[in-house]
């Protein structure tokens, strides 16, 4: 079983950056697949950002291509999502999820474990 946990959030301009990182516990981390979503108040979840279990393929919506970055650190059962350039439309809350294995999918509920989620706010 693995917990996860969300931090980075916070209020910033449009155009500026976060950093969010997600930490891990329990045992084999690196033999998961790790994705983030957001969740806009009255949307749906969205798929934002998922990396390989190897670190070798990252996986974006286009809506963030070339803007974020993920990243994973297996030593340290981390994963980061580096958010440059933020628009308004990407306030949301985040949140990182993980299934076992290098299934990649960008369906929610193709995830067994999520974080309890971190704010984001871009200003306009």
């Known amino acids: 079983q693995v917990q996860l946990g969300e931090s980075g959030g916070g209020l910033v301009q449009t155009g500026g950056s976060l950093r969010l990182s997600c930490a891990a516990s329990?045992?084999?981390?690196?033999?998961?697949?790790v994705g983030w979503f957001r969740q806009a108040p009255g949307k749906e979840r969205e798929f934002v950002a998922a990396?390989?279990?190897?670190?070798?393929?990252?996986y974006y919506a286009d809506s963030v291509k070339g803007r974020f970055t993920i990243s994973r650190d297996n030593a340290k059962n981390m994963v980061y999502l580096q958010m440059n350039n933020l628009k308004p439309e990407d306030t949301a809350v985040y949140y990182c999820?993980?299934?076992?294995?290098?299934?990649?999918?960008?369906?929610?509920?193709?995830?067994?474990?999520w974080g309890q989620g971190t704010q984001v706010t871009v200003s306009s």
């Open positions: 990396i390989s279990r190897n670190d070798d393929t990252a």
């Open positions: 329990g045992r084999i981390f690196s033999s998961y697949t």
């Open positions: 999820a993980a299934v076992l294995g290098s299934h990649y999918d960008r369906a929610p509920n193709t995830y067994d474990y």
